[in-house]
């Protein structure tokens, strides 16, 4: 079993930044991709960033070159770096991660959501 730890979610007024964070822990042999997922309310979840594990990453078009999606595969951790904070970035951001199970199976985790108020 994984587990999922996220923080650093919170209450930012727009044009401001913050950094979430999700440190996975348990049985894991090797983790594929890691993301980050957001859902606002009244809304469908949305992947806001990715990155594989050979480091390539993908975005949302709402948050390119905003966000920075970026992982530590030493600490098995995944971070997001989010800049330039506007209203409509309102939502609970769920961390994403694919560990591997030999041979060959692949397992998807989700962290408890934290939540991102941007407002003045």
């Known amino acids: 079993q994984v587990q999922l730890v996220e923080s650093g979610g919170g209450l930012v007024q727009p044009g401001g930044s913050l950094r979430l964070s999700c440190a996975a822990s348990?049985?894991?042999?090797?983790?594929?991709?890691m993301a980050w997922y957001r859902q606002a309310p009244g809304k469908q979840r949305e992947l806001a960033a990715g990155?594989?594990?050979?480091?390539?990453?993908i975005y949302a078009d709402s948050v390119e070159d905003r966000f920075t999606v970026s992982r530590d595969n030493a600490n098995n951790t995944v971070y997001l770096q989010m800049d330039s904070l506007k209203p409509e970035d309102t939502a609970v951001y769920y961390c994403h991660v694919r560990v591997l199970t030999p041979p060959h199976t692949f397992v998807d985790y989700w962290g408890q959501g934290t939540q991102v108020t941007v407002s003045s």
């Open positions: 348990g049985s894991i042999f090797s983790i594929d991709a």
């Open positions: 990155i594989t594990s050979g480091g390539r990453t």
